[in-house]
């Protein structure tokens, strides 16, 4: 295989960012020389190498010298700069291009992982595409004997499957382009603009100009800039006039979108999951390159699929085809990003098979005439040999000397034509030059907002001057008004007043206004470096006058920032994590991102949602994970949105994941319907319902209704290991920890037929449970105070629960309409065989009591347990037979008739034992009988130990004082120390239950001052009455504690 027209592969690994920094991310990449090694963060001895050919190292081992470049540390550090970079790879396409190949480069990898630093760099910084511009020009320039130049630039932008020429000088939607084919020529932009250059500079004003496009495009129409492949073509053509040879290349320059993008809403189930293509393009390029990877393992009939998306159409030619291709895979170093950091090695790992096979372009009537003029030099040969054919030989040659004569002029023809571009193009950059000279004059003179994008890339490009006077500011346009446009922006949406150099803000009525976070009503003063987000989501930096500027560095305010500030004024933040200080929790700090992430996407869903007239509200939550864990241990949380359909009162929750596709399908319907708003108003027509119906099943607002998790109540089991009933009121919490009902519910021990045990039931010591057979019921008596149905009486819930190692969960029956519902819903559960497991299970866990949401038109949840353990009278087995013992091996017979042996030895002991046990037994009875004969009072206060007195000791009796009658009494001081704990064990459930009663004790929101007053006056009783019940379990402890040690004391003194 020639390797070097298989697609070449670099990995680059970048810094950690401010995010990774502050969840103390660890970097679980390495590299030697041109192999990547990647560390499951989970697993140390799960690593994965990948050998490519070339690996970057820009994690770390730099600085920033006095130019804002980053170096490395030390001369020949590690630290890859943006300049070997393009060492390796700019060069090699330049060179490829010079040659005359097609050549392609692409970066792939996850948002944020440093595909635009490596392509078209930040600032000083700059990235391959505009070094490599630099190095052409100055290639052509030094070449300019030998050959003759010509560079022609285009940039679109694939977005949602639609082509957008990033430098048209019509609006967006004219922008919007189609991909045609044609034989010879394959797929291509039809009407693409492409700019004549002469020069790098002309290239980065026209990159300048395309970022423009992009990132007010991307603010009109609300698009996820991160969702889009930006492409740059530069379209090289050489002519050789000495060797009458045109060479022409095409050099194709792709950022590809976010890679994560792709993987939709992961594993969860989404009604509207297969509709969602997310990123089609990106998708079908994966398909290819595994195809294209297929073909070279020599699977045969492979279908290469280039015709399902408009990316893959134009790179057709970079993929397999006539190309020499550079894959660049960019990578974040931390480790919460070990799954995309992955699937992108794996990506590369891929694409690095494919082979393509590129070919000089030289141009076909260059080559003709090179053929003819050797077809000529063999003629005359032949005429010089073959006298009397002379004459004719001659003719031939007039005929090619006269096409060679009509190629030059055609030559001459094309380069005259090249120079009219050139004049042409150059007339729209001093348009484009006045323009930005006069940006760079005005901000020295003005203060300014300029926008803040997801994108850092998209970040400053838009800047609005506010002069002397009073503007306008909103979508209207006039010589008096600062045209903003994006989702949730009015018409008037504010008033900015410069008067007096101070900058003013002034809100209309209705409109959404943020100044630093804080919503603003009233007419308030700007401050140098404010922050302001004009309708639901639309972010600017305030720039004051430059009398007020410092040298600060305003890179820190970039969209986290801005959002951070939201979510703080809504009482979510996190502080600030000091260096050397205490971190804060990594976990903490992704719910604290994922919040910020969705929370401008939910308050664009609400703003879309009203004005597609969905009547639909999302809401953002943060869900306490500890609710649904048997154990009442995890302390994770996790961020899912709450969609409240208005008018019928339906709610569902989605994931986040469910809320980011769906929110992409929203924007997509929302651009349609406001492109066929345009149409209309074009045409003049009338609205279309019963389309939009029709369509209901699509609709991504939508979703048929179904049974929702409202709280859930743990019920723990630690009395059943003493096989004492318990009978609980118990609240159901929301995962916000709203008490949404509460519950009354029992545990009650019984026999195999269901009868309750009583007292005599009751166990001394758990471990008597071990391999006896266990019968309780479970009783959900009633539920009180249903908030769900008090706000609409048309819903319902139910109860459902999961028990020991069932996985599948038992629901109760559905009750509607009730605020106060009766359940009497009983259920017998067994266990044949009690094992140390369940046991250690009674002990430390609790049933996790879900109860679900019924709404209008929803299904009622049904069990679904396994049949095989339900018995015919309706008890449920919980324990699973053991498996049969392994039969015993030839090999290991005798080691097994040697523990028979020792087996048969304990037995023997163990009889022994018993019988001298069953001896004491039969003399201790005699003795208790001769005591209840001689003292009643004593016997009956033994027998009912502790209940008789709870300050007296367990198996400790007032009346009677015959210590040697007492001790013969007691078994062992052993049995009252279990009695006492079993005793305090149960008060403490009760005083657990208060304690949790306290903590969700809460004010309401809409507490006035009186209300607060209850509450407190509340608060206090429920606090003293937690402490008596704390006093008098700790003290009766105590007590009994104190008695036991007395009369051990005592015992071991007679
Ligand atoms: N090699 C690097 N050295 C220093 N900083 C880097 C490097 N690579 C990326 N960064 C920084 O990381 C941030 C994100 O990088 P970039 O914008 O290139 O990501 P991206 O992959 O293009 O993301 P998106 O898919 O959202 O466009 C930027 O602030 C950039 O400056
Ligand atoms: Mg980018």
């Not at 560079?151 to 382009?177: C, K």
Request: aromatic share 6%; glycine share 6%.
């Amino acid at each position: 295989m020639n390797r070097k027209d298989c697609v070449r592969v670099a990995v680059r690994v970048r810094p950690f960012n401010k995010r990774e920094k502050d969840a103390g991310s660890r970097c679980i990449i390495s590299m030697v020389t041109s192999s990547v090694t990647i560390q499951d963060p989970h697993d140390p001895h799960n690593r994965r190498s990948f050998s490519f050919d070339y690996a970057y190292w820009s994690h770390s081992g730099f600085l920033r010298d006095h130019n804002g470049l980053y170096v490395p540390e030390e001369p020949g550090g590690r630290y890859a700069d943006q300049d070997s970079v393009f060492q390796d790879l700019g060069e090699g396409i330049l060179e490829n291009a010079q040659q005359g190949y097609n050549a392609t480069l692409l970066a792939y990898g996850q948002t944020g992982s440093g595909k635009s630093y490596s392509m078209v760099g930040y600032g000083p910084n700059k990235g391959l595409v505009p070094k490599l511009c630099d190095r052409l020009f100055e290639d052509i320039r030094g070449n300019q004997a030998t050959r003759q130049c010509q560079v022609f630039f285009s940039m679109m932008e694939i977005y949602n499957e639609q082509v957008i020429d990033l430098l048209s000088r019509s609006s967006r939607t004219s922008g919007v382009l189609r991909v045609r084919e044609e034989q010879h020529r394959g797929f291509y932009v039809e009407g693409l603009r492409t700019v004549p250059c002469d020069s790098a500079q002309q290239v980065e004003q026209l990159m300048e100009q395309g970022t423009r496009t992009r990132t007010t495009a991307a603010t009109h129409m609300n698009a996820n800039s991160s969702r889009s492949h930006m492409l740059i073509i530069l379209q090289l053509k050489q002519i050789f006039s000495k060797e009458n040879i045109t060479k022409q290349s095409s050099i194709n320059l792709v950022d590809l979108a976010g890679s994560e993008r792709q993987r939709s809403s992961g594993s969860e189930a989404d009604r509207l999951k297969e509709g969602t293509a997310i990123n089609l393009s990106l998708t079908t390029l994966g398909n290819v390159i595994s195809a294209l990877a297929d073909v070279v393992v020599g699977k045969r009939a492979v279908h290469i699929p280039y015709r399902d998306s408009v990316l893959t159409k134009l790179l057709q030619s970079a993929l397999g085809g006539n190309s020499r291709t550079v894959m660049i895979a960019t990578l974040s170093p931390a480790d919460i990003f070990y799954e995309e950091s992955l699937s992108t090695l794996r990506y590369a790992e891929r694409a690095k098979h494919i082979q393509n096979q590129a070919v000089v372009n030289e141009s076909p009537t260059e080559r003709m005439v090179k053929e003819l003029k050797a077809e000529n030099a063999r003629l005359l040969q032949r005429l010089s040999r073959l006298g009397q054919d002379g004459r004719r030989a001659n003719e031939e040659t007039k005929e090619l000397r006269q096409l060679l004569t009509n190629n030059e002029l055609q030559i001459r023809a094309i380069q005259t034509l090249w120079e009219q571009h050139l004049q042409d193009a150059l007339k729209d950059w001093e348009l484009q030059y006045a323009t930005i000279t006069q940006e760079r004059r005005m901000i020295q003179m003005f203060p300014s907002i300029h926008n803040i994008n997801e994108d850092a890339q998209l970040s400053g490009v838009v800047k609005l001057f506010i002069r002397e006077g009073e503007w306008d500011v909103g979508l209207c346009d006039s010589p008096q008004s600062i045209t903003i446009r994006g989702l949730g922006i009015q018409e008037h949406h504010a008033v900015f007043r410069n008067e007096q150099r101070r900058v003013t803000v002034t809100p209309h009525q209705g409109s959404k206004v943020i100044v630093n976070g804080q919503t603003v009503t009233q007419t308030t003063e700007l401050q140098h470096l404010d922050r302001l987000i004009l309708g639901s989501n639309s972010t600017y930096l305030f720039i004051g006058y430059p009398s007020e500027r410092g040298g600060e560095d305003c890179s820190r305010y970039d969209y986290d920032y801005f959002q951070s500030e939201l979510a703080a004024a809504e009482g979510i933040h996190l502080g600030e994590s000091s260096p050397g200080g205490g971190q804060t929790d990594p976990s903490l700090l992704a719910v604290f991102y994922d919040y910020i992430k969705l929370m401008p996407m939910v308050a664009e869903a609400n703003q879309m949602s009203q004005e597609l007239k969905k009547d639909i509200e999302f809401k953002l939550e943060i869900k306490n994970l500890a609710a649904s864990d048997s154990k009442g241990h995890d302390l994770e949380k996790d961020v899912v949105v709450r969609v409240t359909s208005l008018p019928r009162k339906q709610v569902w929750v989605w994931s986040k994941n469910k809320f980011v596709n769906r929110k992409f399908l929203m924007e997509e319907l929302y651009q349609q319907q406001q492109q066929q708003a345009e149409q209309r108003t074009v045409d003049q027509g009338g609205q279309d319902t019963s389309r939009a119906a029709a369509l209901q099943d699509k609709d991504p607002f939508w979703d048929p209704v179904e049974p929702l998790l409202l709280g859930t109540a743990h019920l723990w089991l630690q009395s059943l290991v003493f096989r004492i009933p318990l009978e609980e009121q118990l609240e159901v919490l929301s995962s916000e920890g709203r008490a949404e009902a509460i519950l009354q519910v029992q545990l009650v021990p019984c026999s195999s037929t269901g009868l309750p045990l009583g007292e005599d039931g009751i166990l001394m010591d758990p471990s008597e449970l071990l391999g006896q057979r266990l019968d309780f019921q479970l009783v959900l008596d009633q539920c009180f105070g249903l908030h769900w149905v008090r706000e609409a009486h048309n819903r319902g819930v139910q109860f459902g629960f999961r028990i020991f190692d069932c996985s599948q969960p038992f629901y109760t029956p559905a009750v509607w309409n009730q605020v106060n519902p009766l359940l009497h819903h009983h259920i017998h559960l067994t266990s044949l065989h009690t094992t140390s497991s369940l046991l250690d299970y009674l002990q430390s866990s609790a049933v996790v009591l879900e109860m679900w949401a019924l709404q209008d038109g929803c299904t009622e949840l049904v069990s679904s347990v396994d049949e095989g353990r339900m018995t015919s009278d309706g008890t449920f087995i919980m324990d699973t037979p053991p498996p049969p013992p392994p039969a015993p091996s030839k090999a290991s017979s005798a080691e097994l008739s040697c523990s028979v042996k020792t087996l048969q030895q304990e037995v023997t002991q163990l009889q022994r034992l018993n019988a001298s046990l069953m001896k004491e037994n039969t003399s201790l009875r005699e003795q208790l009988h001769n005591t209840r004969n001689d003292c009643p009072a004593a016997w009956y206060c033994s027998s009912l130990f502790l209940d008789s007195d709870p300050y007296l000791p367990a198996g400790v009796c007032a009346a009677g004082d015959d210590g040697g009658r007492r001790r013969s009494l007691r078994p062992s001081c052993d049995a009252d120390l279990a009695r006492a704990l079993k005793v305090f064990y149960h008060s403490m459930t009760s005083v657990r239950a208060q304690l949790q009663r306290l903590c969700r004790h809460r004010p309401s929101d809409e507490s006035d001052l009186l209300g607060l007053r209850l509450f407190v006056n509340e608060h206090s009783r429920l606090t003293k009455d937690f402490s008596e019940q704390l006093d008098q379990t700790v003290s009766r402890l105590k007590h009994d504690v104190a008695a036991i040690v007395r009369w051990k004391r005592s015992a071991n003194c007679s």
